[in-house]
T-cell receptor
Framework: DGGITQSPKYLFRKEGQNVTLSCEQN?????MYWYRQDPGQGLRLIYY???????QKGDIAEGYSVSREKKESFPLTVTSAQKNPTAFYLC?????????????FGPGTRLTVT | DQQVKQNSPSLSVQEGRISILNCDYT??????FLWYKKYPAEGPTFLIS?????DKNEDGRFTVFLNKSAKHLSLHIVPSQPGDSAVYFC??????????FGQGTELSVKP
């Protein structure tokens, strides 16, 4: 059945290391998104991609990088430049990038950096 | 600045009673609104939406009301059930399909 997969569920890293979070969807959606959630805050947009081989920065892109080489995949790299990387990361996708398209979310990856 | 605000971080109601979750927004040009529900350690799931051409949208136990003049929307859950206990986010889609989320309200429904 169709959906969005994020792996792993929990990830631990040492400070100073880059880490890549996986996001795969088999919904045939064009648009994909990365958000992070911190306690007591809503979801904040990191990067988004409206189509393959294209992506744009969201509101908090500093310290992150992405790629969109395939329609199904939108990996997020948390670099050592990200000052507060510990958070819950959520990937989402939608059919298109218009304003009325519902976004479907993956189960999330909780990243802990010590 | 926060364009979508949920000023109540938490709400506790008794099973069977009504839950009312509130959301305020700042931009009168916003024309579509969504509510998402999120359980701990899971991704949000879409719950219900409303277009600005309506003032009410109902889906089973869930009803969303929109007051454009007050830039306010509310989600009503009647009757509330323990399984409704979750964090509820209101969100507004913007150009490029981006969603702007409120801070969320944690609903606890007690048996």
């Amino acid at each position: 059945d169709g959906g969005i997969t994020q792996s792993p569920k929990y990830l631990f890293r040492k400070e100073g290391q880059n880490v890549t979070l996986s996001c795969e969807q088999n919904l045939n959606h064009d648009a994909m998104y990365w958000y992070r959630q911190d306690p007591g805050q809503g979801l904040r947009l990191i990067y988004y991609s409206q189509i393959v081989n294209d992506f744009q920065k969201g509101d908090i892109a500093e310290g992150y990088s992405v790629s969109r080489e395939k329609k199904e995949s939108f990996p997020l790299t948390v670099t050592s430049a990200q000052k507060n990387p510990t958070a819950f990361y959520l990937c989402a996708s939608s059919i298109g990038s218009g304003t009325a398209y519902e976004q479907y979310f993956g189960p999330g990856t909780r990243l802990t950096v010590t | 600045d926060q364009q979508v605000k949920q000023n109540s971080p938490s709400l506790s109601v008794q099973e069977g009673r009504i839950s009312i979750l509130n959301c305020d927004y700042t931009n009168s040009m916003f024309d579509y609104f969504l509510w998402y529900k999120k359980y701990p350690a899971e991704g949000p799931t879409f719950l219900i939406s409303i277009s600005s051409i309506k003032d009410k949208n109902e889906d089973g136990r869930f009803t969303v009301f929109l007051n454009k003049s007050a830039k306010h929307l509310s989600l009503h859950i009647v009757p509330s059930q323990p399984g409704d206990s979750a964090v509820y986010f209101c969100a507004v889609p913007r150009q490029g399909g981006k969603l702007i989320f409120g801070q969320g309200t944690e609903l606890s429904v007690k048996p």
